[in-house]
């Protein structure tokens, strides 16, 4: 069984970064124990790239984002992972507690609390642009002084990004950021998530059942079933040509490009 390897070096300034993969693995095996669950996967999540997570519930999705981020080992294979690297997680909406008071501003300036961070009076000051800057890009800043929990679902999908946003990172994951939405805030959500792809050159996945508009946003595609012993990646149109996903979706996404 090989261990993953050591962290990359964190580049000096985009243009550095530009192409430099903030995780990359090879022959990578997920599972428990010793058990893989997966077959072994190859691929590298890039800046500026939006993938997509596709697979049944239970398919080994999140065991498979949990091995990339180190929060469980893996079974097998390689992961190099950017040093520092900054991975924030926008959970599903009904992972937060909505009968606590919460202002949406405090609500995203959350985000940046580490340990006892909140005690360093720099830390506060400097952590106020990164808030006011998120909150600008998802368009949240009119919604400062409300209650969270008062938000409509696409408002409160915009919050969570805006709280993701604030610490900088360089890989964001989210698990249905479309769930429980009108057709059109499905449409905003996703345009947004384009948007803030584009200005802050992020590597970003996307773990979502609402395939249609999403595979018009991916450039590249996981996609895994823990049942049927498949785990392919690699650039959308060949994964939309694959035999194996076509045996499972083909019937949604003929004549896709």
């Known amino acids: 069984m090989q261990s993953p390897s050591a962290e990359t070096a964190r580049p000096k300034s985009p243009q550095e970064a530009k192409g430099r993969p903030v995780v990359d693995f090879s022959h990578l095996e997920v599972g428990y124990g010793r058990s893989a669950i997966l077959p072994p996967l190859s691929g590298a999540f890039e800046r500026a790239q939006i993938w997509g997570l596709v697979g049944r519930n239970g398919a080994g999705k999140s065991t498979l984002i949990r ?11 390689r992961i190099a992972r950017l040093e520092g690297l900054r991975a924030t997680h926008v959970p599903q909406r009904h992972a937060y507690d909505l009968s606590l008071p ?11 609390d580490r340990g006892w961070s909140f005690l360093d009076p720099l830390h506060v000051r400097r952590g106020r642009a990164k808030v006011e800057q998120a909150m600008l890009e998802t368009q949240t800043e009119h ?7 008062s938000l409509s679902e696409g408002q409160k999908q ?3 990004i805006a709280r993701a946003l604030v610490v900088d990172p360089d890989l964001l994951i989210l698990d249905e950021p479309t769930s429980a939405m009108d057709p ?11 948007s803030v792809t584009v200005q802050r050159g992020l590597a970003v996945v996307i773990a979502s059942h609402q395939m249609s508009l999403m595979f018009g946003l991916v450039s590249h595609i996981v996609f895994v079933d823990a049942d049927d012993g498949i785990a392919i990646c690699g650039k959308k149109a060949q994964i939309l040509g694959s035999d194996d996903f076509r045996r499972h979706y083909g019937f949604m996404f003929e004549g896709a490009p």
């Not at 919460?102 to 940046?112: P, Y």
């Not at 919604?143 to 929990?149: G, I, K, R």
């Not at 805030?185 to 998530?193: R, T």
């Open 67 to 77: 091995t990339l981020l180190g929060l469980q080992p893996a079974i097998a294979g």
């Open 158 to 160: 915009r919050a969570m």
């Open 184 to 194: 059109m805030s499905e449409k905003a959500i996703f345009e947004l998530i384009q």
């Open 143 to 149: 919604l400062a002084s409300m209650q969270f929990s």
């Open 102 to 112: 919460c202002r949406v501003v405090d609500f995203v300036r959350a985000g940046l």
